[in-house]
């Protein structure tokens, strides 16, 4: 909009001009409005009036200047030969003649290269607005012409708010659930979300409420999702799978509905981290009031994987249903977490005397074996619920039960060999070359980098001096000549500082000794094969060339 205004204000408009986006979100709509600014009875401006004889005749489709083509019903030479022979006459009402060709992906090659002609060098009275979902079928002839304007999706608050403000100006009854689930399925698109709000006018019988929408849409009302977070905070299994045979009878997209568990189990995580940042949910308060972050951070992982995972499930509905009882599964593990019963499958050990809260003392109790062979999630699981770091028991401790066994012990990281250690050389010995320092440092990356392009100035009073030439202090950022003292410390067997200096002279960094001898090798390379008698042959009798940048010196 800003470069329109301003090629427009300043009387400074290119011939051609590309509006590119997905459907539905003003690529003509914009193009009239530019027609409408270009010949504004009132005089050229980015603010046409509205009201004078040209700016209503645009609005209603009748303007004689304004040419619109739909290139997908008009895709042949024929049709673009006929609007080039009508752009040689001058506009008959407006400054200029304006062609709005829609879909112009859509034309023929043929049609192309003519219309190709009139855009290289084209009559100072015309100006074509393209519009097209999909630049890239254009030939970049056609594009290197045109200045390209790429209309980016609208959000669900820009739909909404649209909406919204049709609903006021028509007073007509809606409610902001209603609203949010039109806007969120119109997808990016404001035509497509004006379409579902007639849709949804007629099928409320004049009124736009969240049962209707839901209904039309296949969605669920979020007082319906928020009973089964209810359920899985309170580990009420019964009350999930009952909430769940609900849904299931308005035939709903199951994929759907998890986004909307998702984006439930987004708003409480807000409200629970930022809660400035969150929208007025009461629902959404009361939730984060009740759960634990890591908790619903978890399910919302759950959510998101269970929805790729619907396709390949037996059906939509069991997909569901597992994505729900996987987060029952991995419910808290306390009363004091969540308000959820204890659960054995992710509870820490419960207290010497007390029953486990959900397993039958008959009930045969798992073997070794079995817990052996446990799937690694529910461990893993565990070590979230715990809130705190596993530890190993002692050697001499009697084993745990098996029950208890649901946390695996810290990793032990083990200190490197001893031939894995950079080995400091003995004081008073000599400083090798600054490769063999380099090697010896373990410097890779972009420490690596950083080394290779310096030279070794000489290492005094604990400072080393390093060359770097004014194209490569980019480099040595200060995290990265902090790491590098840190390495070269410890290669050297005592603390050091870096200090950079400007490289001067014929010294030679690793790198730039690499490129020169690599350099030779292809010079001399490429000799060698010039003065093969095979390949002297090849080039006089068969008029053969050396193609440049395709040798390679053996070895590489």
């Known amino acids: 909009m800003r470069a329109l205004t301003h090629a427009l204000d300043r009387d400074r408009i290119h011939h051609a001009f590309l509006f590119t986006g997905t459907r539905g979100v003003g690529k ?87 219309l ?86 007629a099928h409320g019988g004049g009124a736009v409420h969240a049962a209707d929408v839901h209904a039309m849409l296949g969605t669920v009302e979020r007082g319906r999702v928020r009973v089964l977070v209810e359920a899985v905070a309170g580990g009420d299994g ?20 998890l986004d909307e568990v998702a984006s439930l189990l987004h708003r409480i995580q807000l409200r629970q981290l930022v809660p400035d940042a969150g929208e007025d949910d009461a629902a959404a308060a009361a939730l984060a009031e009740r759960l634990d972050p890591q908790d619903v951070q978890l399910w919302y992982q759950m959510a998101i994987g269970g929805r790729r995972d619907l396709p390949i499930a037996p059906t939509p509905r069991t997909g569901f249903e597992m994505c729900l009882l996987r987060m029952l599964a991995f419910a808290p593990a306390s009363a004091g977490r969540g308000g959820g019963p204890v659960r054995t499958t992710s509870a820490a050990p419960a207290p010497a005397g007390s029953p486990s809260p959900q397993r039958d003392a008959s009930a045969p109790k798992p073997t070794a074996a079995a817990f052996e062979t446990a799937p690694r999630p529910a461990a893993a699981g565990a070590e979230v619920r715990a809130g705190q770091p596993a530890t190993a028991p002692p050697p001499s401790a009697a084993p745990a039960p098996i029950e208890a066994m649901t946390m695996k012990p ?51 009073a ?6 770097l030439r004014a194209e490569h202090e980019h480099l040595a950022a200060g995290p990265l000549v902090e790491m590098l003292e840190g390495r070269l410390s410890d290669a050297l067997g005592r603390p050091v500082r870096v200090r950079f200096e400007k490289q001067g002279g014929d010294a030679e960094s690793p790198a730039a000794r690499r490129a020169r001898i690599e350099a030779t090798r292809l010079q001399e390379a490429e000799e060698a094969l010039r003065s093969d008698p095979q390949v002297q042959s090849l080039i006089e009798h068969f008029s053969g060339r050396l193609v440049p940048n395709s040798i390679r010196p053996s070895g590489n």
């Not at 019964?238 to 509905?257: K, N, S, T, Y």
């Not at 400083?431 to 380099?438: F, K, P, R, T, Y």
């Not at 604990?462 to 060359?467: N, Q």
């Open 238 to 257: 019964a009350g999930l799978l009952a909430e769940i045979r609900r849904i299931a009878e308005f035939a709903p997209d199951f994929g759907q509905v």
């Open 116 to 201: 190709l002609k009139t855009l290289e060098e084209p009559p100072g009275h015309v100006k074509f607005l393209l519009a097209t979902t999909d630049p890239q079928k254009l030939p970049v002839t056609v594009l290197s012409r045109c200045i390209k304007f790429n209309l980016k999706r609208l959000t669900p608050e820009q739909i909404g708010g649209q909406i919204h403000h049709i609903l006021s100006a028509e007073t007509i009854e809606g409610d902001g659930e209603a609203i949010d689930a039109l806007a969120r399925a119109a997808d990016g698109s404001l035509r497509d979300g004006l379409s579902l709000l007639d849709q949804a006018i």
């Open 410 to 460: 810290a990793p032990i990281v083990a200190a490197p060999p001893a031939s894995m250690r950079p080995v400091a050389p003995p004081a008073g010995a000599p400083v090798e070359s600054w490769e063999a320092l380099i090697e010896r440092a373990r410097l890779g990356g972009p420490l690596g980098q950083l080394a290779q392009h310096s030279v070794l100035l000489g290492i005094e």
């Open 28 to 114: 003509t709509t914009i193009a009239r409005i530019f027609a409408k600014s270009l010949n504004c009875e009132r005089g050229q401006s980015a603010e046409p009036c509205g009201v004078c004889g040209v700016c209503s005749e645009v609005d209603a489709g009748r303007f004689v200047d304004l040419l619109e083509i739909d290139a997908a019903s008009n895709t042949g030479i024929d049709n673009v030969r006929e609007l080039i022979d009508n752009a040689q006459y001058s506009p008959t009402r407006g400054r200029y003649k304006v062609y709005l060709i829609d879909e112009v992906h859509m034309l023929s090659k043929s049609a192309f290269n003519a």
């Open 462 to 467: 604990g400072v080393v001096r390093l060359g």
